[in-house]
Nanobody, 128 residues
């Protein structure tokens, strides 16, 4: 049984930092993409950062490029380091897994439908 479990969400002030973790278990794919998505109230879910294990390639949404960093350790945990956070970063953050690298992401687009497994989410609130 595949399970993705997010943690690390919290309230943080503008300009501060936060590190989210996504612990993955039960995944048997040899090559896969793990991505962070977020969804704010009343808005569509949007992709934030992705990591493809097959080529160690990394993808970021323009809105977080230079501020967020995705990484993976050897224990099947994927992290999202969030620096210089802004009020617009307030959202529920989800991690998700897709087999191989979705064509849409390779072409620079984020499509949540390409991802098979999802975690339950962790809330990030940025206050001024």
């Amino acid at each position: 049984q595949v399970r993705l479990s997010e943690s690390g969400g919290d309230s943080v002030q503008v300009g501060g930092s936060l590190k989210l973790a996504c612990e993955i278990s039960g995944l048997t794919w040899a090559k896969y993409t793990v991505a962070w998505f977020r969804q704010a109230p009343g808005k569509e879910r949007e992709g934030v950062a992705g990591f493809y294990t097959g080529a160690a390639s990394i993808y970021y949404a323009n809105s977080v490029k230079g501020r967020f960093t995705i990484s993976q350790d050897h224990k099947n945990t994927v992290y999202l380091q969030m620096d210089t956070v802004q009020p617009e970063d307030t959202a529920m953050y989800y991690c998700a897994a897709a087999q191989y690298l979705p064509k849409s992401l390779y072409e620079g687009h984020w499509n949540s439908a390409d991802f098979t497994y999802w975690g339950q989410g962790t809330q990030v609130t940025v206050s001024s």
